[in-house]
Protein backbone atom coordinates (compact mmCIF):
# COMPACT_ATOMS: atom_id res chain seq x y z
CA UNK A 1 0.00 0.00 0.00
CA UNK A 2 0.76 3.56 -0.75
CA UNK A 3 -0.12 5.22 2.58
CA UNK A 4 2.64 3.65 5.01
CA UNK A 5 2.61 6.97 6.83
CA UNK A 6 -0.20 9.26 7.48
CA UNK A 7 -0.19 12.32 10.13
CA UNK A 8 -3.55 13.83 11.64
CA UNK A 9 -3.15 17.99 10.92
CA UNK A 10 -5.39 18.58 13.58
CA UNK A 11 -3.86 16.90 16.48
CA UNK A 12 0.02 18.04 15.11
CA UNK A 13 1.11 20.84 17.06
CA UNK A 14 4.33 21.35 14.58
CA UNK A 15 6.96 20.55 17.26
CA UNK A 16 9.32 19.23 14.50
CA UNK A 17 10.34 15.68 15.91
CA UNK A 18 9.14 13.28 13.91
CA UNK A 19 10.97 15.10 11.11
CA UNK A 20 14.20 15.35 13.13
CA UNK A 21 13.67 11.43 14.29
CA UNK A 22 12.81 10.05 10.80
CA UNK A 23 15.82 8.31 9.45
CA UNK A 24 14.49 8.33 5.77
CA UNK A 25 13.35 12.24 6.19
CA UNK A 26 9.79 11.53 5.10
CA UNK A 27 8.46 14.06 7.06
CA UNK A 28 8.22 17.82 6.00
CA UNK A 29 7.31 20.84 8.14
CA UNK A 30 4.90 23.14 6.12
CA UNK A 31 2.94 25.83 7.78
CA UNK A 32 3.29 24.66 10.84
CA UNK A 33 2.13 20.55 10.03
CA UNK A 34 4.09 17.97 9.80
CA UNK A 35 3.35 16.55 5.94
CA UNK A 36 4.57 12.80 5.33
CA UNK A 37 5.92 14.18 1.98
CA UNK A 38 8.01 11.00 1.19
CA UNK A 39 5.92 8.18 2.76
CA UNK A 40 6.96 6.07 -0.37
CA UNK A 41 10.45 6.27 1.57
CA UNK A 42 9.24 4.72 5.29
CA UNK A 43 10.89 1.84 7.00
CA UNK A 44 8.13 1.47 9.49
CA UNK A 45 10.99 1.60 12.02
CA UNK A 46 7.86 3.24 14.48
CA UNK A 47 10.51 5.93 15.64
CA UNK A 48 8.16 8.79 14.70
CA UNK A 49 4.70 7.60 16.47
CA UNK A 50 6.68 6.61 19.05
CA UNK A 51 7.96 10.19 19.67
CA UNK A 52 4.90 12.14 18.75
CA UNK A 53 3.72 13.70 21.73
CA UNK A 54 0.06 13.99 20.24
CA UNK A 55 0.01 10.20 18.44
CA UNK A 56 -0.56 12.27 15.17
CA UNK A 57 1.20 9.66 13.31
CA UNK A 58 -0.19 6.79 12.02
CA UNK A 59 1.43 3.47 9.98
CA UNK A 60 0.49 1.27 7.55
CA UNK A 61 -2.46 0.52 6.31
CA UNK A 62 -4.00 -1.49 9.37
CA UNK A 63 -5.33 -0.68 11.92
CA UNK A 64 -2.74 -0.50 14.86
CA UNK A 65 -3.75 -0.62 18.18
CA UNK A 66 -3.05 2.09 20.51
CA UNK A 67 -0.15 0.36 22.48
CA UNK A 68 0.49 3.18 25.12
CA UNK A 69 -2.43 4.41 26.99
CA UNK A 70 -0.66 6.77 28.62
CA UNK A 71 2.93 9.05 27.63
CA UNK A 72 5.59 8.76 29.38
CA UNK A 73 6.24 12.15 31.69
CA UNK A 74 10.14 13.51 30.82
S1 LIG B 1 8.11 4.82 10.83
FE1 LIG B 1 10.30 5.41 10.81
S2 LIG B 1 10.80 5.64 8.63
FE2 LIG B 1 8.57 5.65 8.77
S3 LIG B 1 8.00 7.82 8.87
FE3 LIG B 1 8.18 7.07 11.00
S4 LIG B 1 10.31 7.52 11.63
FE4 LIG B 1 10.21 7.66 9.38
S1 LIG C 1 6.02 14.68 16.12
FE1 LIG C 1 3.75 14.76 15.96
S2 LIG C 1 3.18 16.83 16.69
FE2 LIG C 1 5.39 16.84 16.24
S3 LIG C 1 5.51 17.63 14.13
FE3 LIG C 1 5.48 15.36 14.03
S4 LIG C 1 3.29 14.81 13.76
FE4 LIG C 1 3.38 16.93 14.46
Known sequence: MSEKVTVNTERCIG?????NICP???????NGK???VNAERCLLCRACKTHCPVDAIS???RVIQRENNHIQAS
Not at 15 to 19: L, R, T
Not at 24 to 30: P, S
Open 15 to 19: CGICV
Open 24 to 30: AKVFQLI
Open 34 to 36: AYP
Open 59 to 61: LGS
